[in-house]
């Protein structure tokens, strides 16, 4: 059974950091790929950034430059280290197993985190 457990959001303001984790069990962690997505209020969730099992990341454009994927094999972990956030960034974040890359995820999703940032 496929668990993800997401931690570290909170409030910040803007130009400000966050480091999102992320816990993940129920498949060999280090064979997948893992990526994170968001979910604004009224808006569909959409991809931030992903990691391979070999540790290349990818990342939207919107985040590309602020935002740093990366992965922890041997404590089954991804984060999420977030700088210069914007108010845009505001949402929910999860993380996912990927079953294709770069975006394509499980149907699996853990109950998120949100992030909150103020102008």
């Known amino acids: 059974q496929v668990q993800l457990i997401e931690s570290g959001g909170g409030l910040v303001q803007a130009g400000g950091s966050l480091r999102l984790s992320c816990a993940a069990s129920g498949r060999t962690f280090s064979r997948f790929h893992m990526a994170w997505f968001r979910q604004a209020p009224g808006k569909e969730r959409e991809l931030v950034a992903s990691i391979s099992s070999g540790g290349t990341g990818y990342y939207v454009d919107s985040v590309q430059g602020r935002f740093t994927i990366s992965r922890d094999n041997a404590k089954n972990t991804v984060y999420l280290q977030m700088n210069s956030l914007k108010p845009e960034d505001t949402a929910v974040y999860y993380c996912?197993?990927?079953?294709?890359?770069?975006?394509?995820?499980?149907?699996?999703w853990g109950q998120g985190t949100q992030v909150t940032v103020s102008s």
């Open positions: 996912t197993f990927l079953r294709a890359w770069p975006q394509t995820p499980y149907d699996e």
